[in-house]
């Protein structure tokens, strides 16, 4: 069976900055696969290249059969693809309900995306409590969640999570993990960028190793969190 989604060969550059070079990656449906490497590594980049939130200057990128290395960041999203992206990116002024909705921008079923809020208000109770609150007044680990629960607004396949646990307490870092268990479970396929290698490692199912802006080590998790090369430079 083929791949849900496929790098094949992917570069990107901005202006004369190589930022990812012959990037080949696979995500199967059902997996959580991480991608882990030091600041700068063109992490996020990947990400974002999915996301067609950057051009890919020479590959491609293939989603559910298809191939998506022009397609247009709304299509993408429509295709089944959603971002919580570095930083949540909250409208700091607008409340965590209208938040939610925004992350529906895609879809014109009214009820279902009224089924959906509901949905998210029972997966995060957190949320629930302070749906008219405005996103700005959260915490940190509430605004990952609402960051998270916006995206599964659009009904994703895939799921892409850049640093989830960014400038969180370890105790809600692995409140948030714990969410990423629960999503797997219910079906959601998920590439997680994470500085965090340690925690990533525990949760994903394979991890892929970026330095510098190429792939370097991949594999089963298990197998990267007994490497000697990943202990060494990422688990301390």
Same mark, same amino acid.
């Given at each position: 069976m083929s791949p %849900?989604?496929? %790098?094949?060969?992917?570069?990107?550059?901005?202006?004369?900055?190589?930022?990812?070079?012959?990037?080949n990656l696979a995500v199967s449906a059902g997996e959580v696969v991480t991608l882990i490497g030091a600041n700068g590594a063109g992490k996020t980049t990947t990400l974002r290249a999915i996301s067609r939130l950057v051009q890919a200057r020479t590959g491609s990128i293939t989603?559910?059969?298809?191939?998506?290395?022009?397609? @247009?960041?709304?299509?993408v999203?429509? /295709?089944?693809? !959603?971002q919580s992206p570095e930083g949540r990116r909250m409208l700091a002024r607008q409340s965590v309900l209208d938040n939610l909705r925004l992350g529906a921008y895609t879809r014109r079923d009214r009820a279902g995306i009224e089924a959906?809020?509901?949905?998210?208000?029972?997966?995060f109770p957190r949320l629930a409590e302070r749906r008219t609150q405005l996103a700005g007044t959260?915490? =940190? =680990?509430?605004?990952?969640? /609402?960051?998270?629960?916006?995206a599964l607004m659009s009904r994703p396949r895939l799921l892409l999570l850049d640093e989830p646990s960014?400038?969180?307490?370890?105790?809600? !870092? @692995?409140?948030?993990?714990?969410?990423?268990?629960e999503l797997r479970a219910a079906g959601v396929t998920i590439l997680l960028v994470e500085q965090n290698a340690?925690?990533? %490692?525990?949760?994903?199912? @394979?991890?892929?190793?970026?330095?510098?802006?190429?792939?370097?080590?991949?594999?089963?998790?298990?197998?990267?969190?007994?490497d000697e090369r990943v202990r060494r430079a990422y688990l301390g």
């Open positions: %849900l989604l496929e %790098l094949h060969n992917l570069h990107v550059s901005y202006g004369g900055i190589q930022a990812l070079q012959s990037i989603y559910n059969g298809r191939d998506i290395t022009r397609a @247009r960041p709304d299509e999203v429509r /295709l089944g693809i !959603a959906d809020v509901a949905q998210q208000f029972k997966r959260l915490s =940190g =680990g509430e605004q990952q969640m /609402l960051a998270i629960a916006r960014l400038g969180l307490a370890p105790l809600v !870092a @692995r409140e948030i993990f714990a969410i990423i268990d340690g925690l990533a %490692l525990q949760h994903a199912t @394979r991890g892929y190793v970026l330095e510098a802006g190429q792939l370097t080590i991949e594999g089963p998790a298990q197998a990267l969190l007994n």
